[in-house]
């Protein structure tokens, strides 16, 4: 064809390359199948282990008894370990599972590594286990979803970049096919960004393993396991959300895009419906995602300018991602019939659709005068579990039913079952976010009513918290109908897999090798005749060669990946470590005392964040409610700040001198006799446990490494030496208002969390100190030099 | 003088607006890429999941040695 262009020459160039090298000799390959079947039989049964543990803690809000008074199965120990579970455990091997199965046959190549193959699986399971013990434990960093401890932490960053990424990139260096199609770019961006996202957000100091090598003194397993971060109040609070948002854009969102754009294709037998859309959707969502963190603390400390930039990005979201969910139903076109009768497609249908539904509703939600709304409230969790149940766990099943019966080599045992599955999947979801979604905009709406007089309609945080109890029954039902589904399902794997054959068949595949010296894409040459060199540069450009370039070089394109999403990282993240006055101090503020700290190191242990804030917004009905608004210079000793995301308890910013010692002690003894209707746990084992004295030297150690001015409280013995010496005042205090003897409170947890929340917020009204005042972070930090 | 003075003196009102034109320059180039890329190369990369085994050479075999089931 002497008309042809470059391109589809060069198109034919590697089909007749391919061809010439299969006369000379081509290598063959054997698929890696049995650690796609180890990831897939992990995605269901941590699913159903995190769904079992929503379920629990789903019952413990609407019958708080159903804790125990047993403090590993606390709400706020186990709430943590069901997010960990569903997005690390669930979502992760599932994505592991669907990586590994497509990037091989999508590559023509067995995985670079079965040694990092299996070191991933186990090194992951081992990780997942190591949550399991941990955060039941109350060892947490407090962070949500980042709340694994610093071992934790380096293992997962070891078995991410070095066993998984290692093994990808391997696996496309030597691959056979020279188009990198679309799903592996996801997933580079996925390794790339998680990567990036995780090292960020922990960077600490390991306060425990600090103070052992300083001292030599062993303070028990928990305080070893402890760190601070680096990042404190409202910068921390940046970080996190620039984590926690970005985690679930590349965590829960490119990965799953990567496998809708292979297994639906798949599936429904025909390609994709636009490859091109499918280009777009991917540069658009990288490029966006990472700026929109900021929308998650919209009223808050954070400078409004940082927000309103989130909030923007986050709208234009929409289109990419919407792109992206009418690019996979119109994949469909032509197969709508089959919907009706395949379990497989009816799970990618309504998995997209909820793609569609989150994605849409995220931007609104980001949108300020909707946030204002529905910030704190049940929405954001209504709005998180359509995501994830309909989104990432459809997705999941969807793809799990197509591949386990290949992968076991047999057909599935019962195409009925898993469209039982859908259907108590789907009813089960519904009825989950449409509670919870009601309990939410109720909630929202009776915290800011007030009557003719000015005055709070709901001034008791109690009335907005009975009110919703029916609608928390509901989700219990939802919750337990989705664990019923996915029960179904593994029991349906379970039978399937024992239907195989005796011994697995492996094909085996042959193919020629690239090409070392490929020239399929010789250099545009200018089309244009008697112009500038600049001329024939942008012709040359606009041919759009280089794009193409990029689609088969790996290293190049993660670079690009990395280049992509660290633009709006900077721009957002910068001038908030940078510019002073985006945290104006407060002279008044000063760091919490020895036991306090201790104090607040329980609070954080407890993930009391999980169900109470400590920022009030700049609303009316905020200000009346708990008092004068939070500012920025009242958390730069807050490691980790404790903003917290939702209010399943009041806000707590200025709980300090509120109520008295004898009102919390008995309140922690027991919520609902102190405050009839509660549904806070009760907290027994806080009056009993013994405060771990010994560490808190360690613990302000640490902190003063940070650039805390603490004086010479760092001297050896100091710090303990204060916390006990507070630690009796306040059990004295405690017992002259009708507690207990002093005797036996003074060196108890319950004092140390008393001492910490009589503190918070009430150093906005106190007096500067008489010394010279710290009065910008930056001074704060070099007080201690 | 350090980089907190520096950033701390900066006009960072037009940042976002910085941002913003960014991102657009950046989708432009991408959309312009996508739409002079040929038919007949979309059409290549877009079957690619449904060629896991075309375009190579198959052979199943149930080969004395197996695999073990896993």
Not at chain 1, 201 to 215: C, F, M, R, S
Not at chain 1, 387 to 411: D, E, I
Not at chain 1, 763 to 782: G, I, M, R
């Given at each position: ?35 796609v079947?180890m ?35 606390s ?53 997942i286990?190591?949550a ?16 694994l ?38 997933y ?5 960004v ?23 003194e ?14 404190a109040?409202?910068?921390?609070a ?56 900021p ?12 927000t ?9 979201l ?17 197969a ?22 989150s ?40 793809m ?28 089960g ?24 007089t ?42 399937t ?11 085996v ?5 690239l ?14 005749t ?24 790996p ?22 470590f ?23 190191d ?15 917004r700049?609303?009316?009905w ?8 939070s ?13 917290g ?54 613990r ?33 205090e ?9 005797d036996?409170t ?10 910490y ?29 | ?6 950033v ?15 991102f657009l ?46």
């Amino acid at each position: 064809m002497p008309n042809q262009t470059h391109s589809e020459h060069n198109w034919r160039i590697t089909v007749s390359d391919q061809a010439q090298v299969s006369r000379d000799g081509l290598e063959s390959f054997v698929y890696d199948d049995k650690i796609v079947r180890m990831f897939g039989w992990a995605t269901i049964i941590w699913g159903i282990v995190a769904f079992l543990v929503g379920v629990i803690i789903a019952i413990q809000m609407a019958f708080p008894a159903a804790g125990f008074g047993i403090e590993f199965l606390s709400f706020g120990r186990l709430r943590p370990l069901h997010t960990n579970a569903a997005i690390f455990a669930f979502a992760g091997n599932a994505v592991f599972a669907g990586i590994y199965y497509s990037t091989q046959r999508l590559c023509k190549a067995r995985m670079f590594s079965d040694l990092l193959s299996r070191l991933h699986f186990w090194g992951w399971q081992l990780i997942i286990l190591s949550a399991a013990i941990t955060l039941p434990l109350g060892i947490t960093q407090g962070k949500e979803y980042a709340e694994l401890e610093w071992p934790i932490d380096l293992a997962i960053a070891v078995v991410w970049l070095v066993f998984f990424g290692g093994n990808f990139l391997g696996t496309l260096i030597k691959r056979r096919e020279r188009h990198l199609y679309v799903a592996l770019w996801f997933y580079i961006a996925t390794i790339v960004v998680v990567t990036v996202l995780h090292v960020f957000n922990n960077i600490w100091i390991p306060a425990g393993l600090v103070h052992l090598i300083k001292t030599g003194e062993f303070a028990g397993p928990t305080f070893l396991m402890k760190s601070y971060p680096v990042y404190a109040g409202v910068q921390d609070a940046l970080m996190q959300w620039w984590y926690g948002h970005n985690a679930v854009a590349f965590f829960l969102t490119t990965p799953f895009l990567g496998l809708m754009y292979y297994f639906m294709p798949k599936a429904a037998e025909r390609p994709v419906f636009s490859y091109k859309l499918s280009i777009i959707h991917f540069w658009s969502l990288v490029f966006i995602y990472i700026w929109a963190g900021p929308h998650h603390l919209h009223y808050t400390a954070l400078p409004e300018w940082a927000t309103t930039l989130g909030m923007v990005f986050s709208v234009m979201l929409w289109m990419p991602s919407w792109g992206g969910m009418i690019n996979g139903l119109l994949t469909l076109r032509g197969a709508w019939d089959r919907v009706a009768r395949d379990p497989i497609l009816k799970f990618f249908v309504v998995g997209v659709t909820f793609y569609g539904m989150s994605t849409f509703e995220g931007p609104l939600l980001s949108i300020k005068a909707v946030n204002s709304l529905s910030h704190y409230t049940d929405w954001t969790i209504a709005h998180v579990h359509s995501g994830v149940l309909g989104w990432n766990g459809f997705m999941t099943f969807g793809m799990l039913y197509w591949m386990m019966p290949r992968l076991f080599q047999t057909k599935l045992y019962s195409t009925k079952l898993a469209t039982t599955h859908f259907w108590i999947g789907t009813i089960g979801m519904v009825l989950y976010i449409l509670a919870i979604y009601t309990a939410g905009i109720t909630q929202g709406l009776m915290w800011r009513a007030w009557d003719e007089t000015g005055r709070l309609a709901y001034p008791d945080f109690i009335e907005t918290v009975t009110k919703l109890i029916p609608f928390y029954w509901i989700r219990v039902v939802g919750g337990l109908l989705y664990l019923t589904g996915a029960i179904l399902a593994l029991y349906n794997f379970y039978m399937t897999w024992r239907n195989r054959p005796e011994r697995y068949e492996e094909t085996v595949h042959y193919a020629a090798p690239l090409s070392a010296n490929y020239d399929g894409d010789p250099p545009a040459k200018s089309r244009l005749t008697a112009n500038a060199g600049f001329g024939h540069a942008g012709d040359k450009f606009l041919q759009g060669n280089w794009h193409r370039k990029w689609e088969r070089r790996p290293v190049r394109f993660s670079i690009y990946v990395l280049v992509a999403v660290s633009i709006g990282s900077l721009i957002e993240l910068l001038p908030m470590f940078l510019v002073s006055s985006n945290v104006p101090t407060i002279a008044s503020v000063q760091p919490y005392t020895p036991l306090e700290l201790a104090g607040r190191d329980i609070y954080i242990a407890e993930g009391c964040y999980n169900c109470h804030s400590q920022m009030i917004r700049p609303f009316y009905w905020e200000t009346k409610r708990y008092g004068d608004y939070s500012k920025p210079g009242e958390f730069i000793y807050d490691r980790p700040f404790q903003w917290g995301s939702r209010r399943i308890g009041p806000d707590l910013a200025r709980e300090g001198g509120r109520k008295s010692h004898l009102w919390h002690y008995e309140h922690f003894k027991s919520p609902a006799d102190v405050s009839p209707g509660s549904i806070m746990p009760r907290y027994p084992w806080l009056l009993s446990k013994p405060i771990n004295f010994p560490a808190i030297q360690g613990r302000v150690d640490a902190n003063a490494m940070l650039g805390v001015p603490y004086g010479d409280l760092v001297l050896d013995g100091a710090a303990e030496e204060h916390a006990q010496f507070q630690a009796a005042t306040i059990a004295a205090e405690l017992e002259e208002q009708g507690g207990p003897s002093m005797d036996q409170t003074a060196d108890k947890q319950v004092i140390a969390l008393i001492a910490y929340l009589q503190r918070l917020g009430t150093d906005l009204y106190k007096e500067a100190p008489a010394t010279k005042p710290v009065t910008t972070q930056e001074e704060a930090s070099h007080a201690t030099d | 003088m350090r980089l907190t003075d520096i950033v701390s003196n900066m006009d960072l009102d037009t940042y976002p607006i910085i941002g913003l034109v960014l991102f657009l320059v950046a989708f432009a180039i991408i959309v312009w890429g996508v739409l002079k890329t040929p038919k007949s190369m979309i059409q290549h990369q877009a079957h690619l999941p449904l060629e896991d085994d075309f375009g190579i050479q198959t052979e199943s075999t149930n080969k004395s040695k197996g695999v073990s089931h896993g």
